[in-house]
């Protein structure tokens, strides 16, 4: 195939270091030497993240990701999607395959979610969880996430972050921001190949895996719970793991932190910034 620049929300350009790093000869999913690389791996996703609890890396996209915080947390609940674009309505059609009752609360295509719509909606109407898009990628529109998070918490809801287009390029803060669940995946900010789905637990939601209604195995984080808590000095997963790309994922995590995670913000909000001044010149 041919060679092309890409410049597109995802996949992105990965660096040399990382595709070298990919690139390496394939070892083992499993032993001690593994087992330690991968939860140092899940370690720098958490604090890249700002959270405490426990970082998951399922092999397949973001959309497997998602599956499996629906598959673990939605069954026997009532679910609220924030719906502003095309994966907004993604994130329904996922939900309400497992949620007993799921809505969408729908607002503007390119416009952010309005926090005061929600709240005004929850004060009669109560939803056990909220489920939105930090960055809707089909129009590149930001979502006030602390905003909204702190509204459903205040009404006890679960909160649910598609962070897939965010996650290492804006801010982002779990455990503070209580945001209960944030999914991710490698090929977008991450900067790496396509292939990884990524799902962290703040600390407090453990025990709603431990109790999922296990709709699933595979998407069931239940499941890697498991295998975490028994195998964890081995084998802290349920199935053979794509042992390259959780690599090249390392030497990703070990370039942001190098550059720094508030400085890497700033770039990509100057980079942002100048883009759209570029377009407003050429009468975009």
């Not at 990919?22 to 993240?49: C, D, I, K, Q």
């Not at 503007?108 to 939105?132: A, C, Q, S, W």
Request: net charge negative; hydrophobic share 40%.
């Amino acid at each position: 195939m041919r060679e092309y620049k890409l410049m597109i929300p995802g996949p992105v350009e990965v660096s040399r270091e990382v595709r070298e790093t990919f690139n390496r000869p394939t070892v083992a999913h499993y032993g001690e030497e593994w087992a330690h690389f991968y939860l140092r791996t899940t370690e720098r996703l958490s604090s890249m993240l700002g959270c405490t609890g426990q970082t998951f890396i399922l092999p397949g996209s973001g959309s497997i990701a998602l599956e499996a915080s629906a598959s673990t947390f939605a069954p026997e609940r009532r679910s609220l999607i924030l719906n502003n674009g095309f994966f907004g309505e993604r994130l329904y059609n996922i939900f309400s395959r497992y949620s007993d009752e799921c809505e969408k609360l729908n607002f503007e295509m390119g416009k952010p979610i309005d926090p005061d719509v929600l709240n005004e909606l929850l004060r009669g109407k109560r939803f056990d969880i909220v489920v939105f898009t930090h960055v809707e990628t089909s129009t590149g529109v930001l979502n006030p996430v602390r905003d909204i998070a702190e509204i459903a918490k205040s009404h006890g809801a679960l909160v649910i972050v598609d962070s897939i287009s965010s996650a290492a390029i804006e801010k982002l803060d779990m455990d503070s921001w209580k945001v209960d669940v944030v999914v991710t995946a490698s090929q977008k900010g991450l900067e790496c190949p396509p292939g990884l789905g990524i799902v962290s637990v703040r600390s407090e939601n453990m025990q709603e895996i431990r109790n999922s209604r296990k709709r699933s195995w595979y998407s069931d984080l239940s499941v890697w719970l498991d295998y975490f808590e028994k195998w964890h000095d081995w084998h802290p997963f349920p199935v053979t793991l794509p042992t390259n790309a959780i690599m090249a994922l390392g030497r990703s995590l070990e370039l942001i932190e190098a550059q720094g995670l508030a400085e890497r913000e700033a770039q990509f909000e100057r980079t942002s910034q100048k883009v759209r001044s570029c377009l407003k010149e050429m009468g975009f």
